[in-house]
């Protein structure tokens, strides 16, 4: 009588010495997002508690509810327990959902406890394929059938990632709406940058450039990234695997990072331009994995996280002076990467500092890397644009500038031939007469051997200035070489041509070089003039003749046109 006297005095001073539950009750009512007001926490030190012992512990410290909706307890953070009030008015039970909404927790296991006895376990986490759960989803589904009057849930979560725990409680209906609204935002997320990926892919097979291959590598790994740490990608793809799933997180984050880094070096053309800081660049990526494979060998997952997530955060901010240089430097389409660099450091920073706590969780700033990424991307899309176009506006400059004479700026003899082959082909094809001028500068030897190639160069330029105000519009005008131009006249009949040539021969005999005084000696110039009536000859045919009438002229003293 006196041992259940003292034990039962023990029992009242127990219930007396430790406060009740901080908790209150889920409401039953109504769909709550973010649990963490409702719930009380215990750090689990030492062995690992069975779920009676748990409860006693909550009875003997029952800690205090989150001041935040979410639950976060840090990085690399021993076991956890967290304990649900559950209150059933009715006198039937009520079916209800506990949803964890942080795929990548390791170890989960739920307890759903009434009047001291477990009606029912959950074990669930990462370690585990997604196969082998009860409900098949990205995140932990605790479908609970709560019984009338006091229950309580009892959850276990174990993990080196960071230990958020977002979640959701509600009936079945409602959470399908809140999914259903999720899928929506995430799909399209995933069409959009996926449409953006197969385009630039497209145009990478079409144009190949190694720039549009990084940002399909870099809008891939980031899709890759996103499909991971929200849970889709083993969901989808690989549910029966858990064994990558673990590793899944820092590696796809180095992988980000490193094709974000690809592109960045690729689409500034460091490698040209830079190549210091471009092995800079690729060395510090190679330090990175050789980091991540030592982690993964030594089982050191919570700092592999932390690594990688520090290696995408400097990457970003690398970026930044970097893309600022080349601006400065003249790349004016740099200041897309800078903006999308800044954007992009902004969500992943936002993000980041979520995950790991320092900032409270809220489900923007959680997805705020999708929205910078996404702003990163059409940004960069434009910045690809804008280099094309620079680059088809440098390459058009440069033919053009092939096709010119580089002292006179007229056409050369190769772009003459491409100009005049088509007008050659109208004219037979129509039987229209077309004219072949040949002229060469006379004595233009004695002018380079008494003043000098320069003033024999301005002689030239001269001449040209003079040609093209005298051609028509339509002809095509070319120094066919040394002092020797040609001219071809389409739709010119010799009567027409013949008065052009008189007319030019009079002009380049005025011409006066912008140069010293050449002693005397006029600038003078002989004229071949040939006309094809049907145009059935070819231009080999047509220079022939020409020339052979150039000759003729050179032989009757020179400053004539020859017919």
């Given at each position: 009588m006196r041992r259940a006297i003292r034990q039962l005095l023990v029992l009242l001073l127990i219930i007396c010495a430790a406060p009740a539950a901080a908790s209150v009750p889920l409401p039953l009512d109504q769909a709550l997002h973010g649990l963490g007001r409702y719930a009380d926490t215990l750090a689990e030190d030492g062995e690992r508690l069975t779920p009676r012992q748990a409860q006693i512990a909550f009875q003997r410290a029952p800690g205090q509810a989150a001041d935040t909706g979410v639950l976060h307890f840090g990085t690399g953070v021993g076991p956890h327990w967290i304990?649900?009030?559950?209150?059933?008015?009715?006198?039937?039970?009520?079916?209800?959902?506990?949803?964890?909404?942080?795929?990548?927790?390791?170890?989960?296991?739920?307890?759903?406890?009434?009047?001291?006895?477990?009606?029912?376990?959950?074990?669930?986490?990462?370690?585990?394929?997604?196969?082998?759960?009860?409900?098949?989803?990205?995140?932990?589904?605790?479908?609970?059938?709560?019984?009338?009057?006091?229950?309580?849930?009892?959850?276990?979560?174990?993990?080196?990632?960071?230990?958020?725990?977002?979640?959701?409680?509600?009936?079945?209906?409602?959470?399908?709406?809140?999914?259903?609204?999720?899928?929506?935002?995430?799909?399209?997320?995933?069409?959009?940058?996926?449409?953006?990926?197969?385009?630039?892919?497209?145009?990478?097979?079409?144009?190949?450039?190694?720039?549009?291959?990084?940002?399909?590598?870099?809008?891939?790994?980031?899709?890759?990234?996103?499909?991971?740490?929200?849970?889709?990608?083993?969901?989808?793809?690989?549910?029966?695997?858990?064994?990558?799933?673990?590793?899944?997180?820092?590696?796809?984050?180095?992988?980000?990072?490193?094709?974000?880094?690809?592109?960045?070096?690729?689409?500034?053309?460091?490698?040209?331009?830079?190549?210091?800081?471009?092995?800079?660049?690729?060395?510090?990526?190679?330090?990175?994995?050789?980091?991540?494979?030592?982690?993964?060998?030594?089982?050191?997952?919570?700092?592999?996280?932390?690594?990688s997530i520090l290696f995408s955060l400097l990457v970003t901010l690398l970026i930044l002076p970097v893309a600022a240089m080349s601006w400065r430097s003249g790349m004016r389409e740099a200041v897309y990467l800078i903006l999308a660099s800044i954007a992009s450091a902004i969500g992943t920073g936002i993000t980041a500092a979520t995950v790991i706590n320092w900032l409270s969780f809220d489900p923007i700033g959680f997805r705020a890397i999708e929205l910078g990424i996404s702003i990163d991307a059409v940004l960069l899309s434009f910045g690809l644009a804008q280099q094309f176009r620079h680059t088809e506006r440098r390459l058009v400059v440069a033919q053009q500038v092939a096709r010119l004479d580089p002292l006179t700026g007229l056409y050369n003899r190769r772009a003459f031939e491409e100009v005049v082959v088509p007008l050659l082909a109208r004219a037979e094809r129509f039987r229209r007469p077309v004219s072949l001028i040949l002229m060469d500068l006379d004595r233009f030897k004695s002018i380079n051997d008494r003043f000098g190639h320069h003033v024999g160069d301005a002689v030239l330029r001269a001449v040209s200035d003079t040609l093209r105000a005298t051609v028509r519009k339509g002809d095509v005008l070319a120094r066919w070489g040394g002092e020797e131009f040609i001219l071809l006249l389409p739709e010119t009949d010799q009567e027409q041509a013949l008065h052009l040539a008189e007319r030019i021969r009079v002009a380049v005999a005025s011409t006066e070089p912008d140069t010293t005084t050449l002693g005397g000696v006029a600038v003078t110039t002989s004229l071949g003039l040939f006309t094809s009536n049907s145009a059935q000859q070819s231009l080999a045919q047509l220079v022939r003749e020409a020339d052979a009438l150039l000759y003729r002229a050179k032989e009757a003293g020179r400053d004539r046109v020859c017919v």
């Open positions: 304990r649900f009030a559950l209150h059933n008015p009715s006198q039937t039970p009520v079916e209800r959902l506990l949803v964890i909404e942080n795929p990548w927790i390791d170890q989960l296991d739920a307890y759903l406890v009434h009047a001291g006895q477990v009606l029912r376990d959950w074990r669930l986490g990462d370690s585990l394929a997604f196969s082998a759960r009860e409900v098949s989803h990205r995140h932990f589904v605790l479908p609970l059938m709560i019984p009338a009057g006091d229950a309580e849930v009892l959850v276990r979560v174990e993990t080196p990632d960071p230990m958020l725990l977002p979640a959701f409680f509600g009936t079945q209906e409602q959470f399908e709406r809140y999914d259903r609204l999720n899928s929506y935002s995430y799909g399209l997320l995933y069409g959009f940058l996926l449409a953006l990926a197969l385009y630039n892919l497209v145009l990478y097979f079409q144009i190949r450039l190694r720039r549009y291959l990084a940002y399909v590598g870099f809008l891939a790994s980031f899709l890759i990234l996103n499909m991971v740490y929200t849970g889709h990608f083993f969901w989808w793809f690989w549910p029966s695997q858990a064994a990558w799933w673990q590793w899944g997180h820092p590696l796809v984050i180095g992988l980000y990072a490193s094709a974000w880094a690809a592109f960045a070096t690729t689409f500034l053309q460091l490698r040209r331009y830079m190549p210091a800081l471009y092995r800079g660049v690729v060395w510090f990526i190679g330090m990175f994995w050789f980091c991540q494979l030592a982690l993964l060998v030594l089982n050191e997952q919570a700092w592999a996280v932390i690594t």
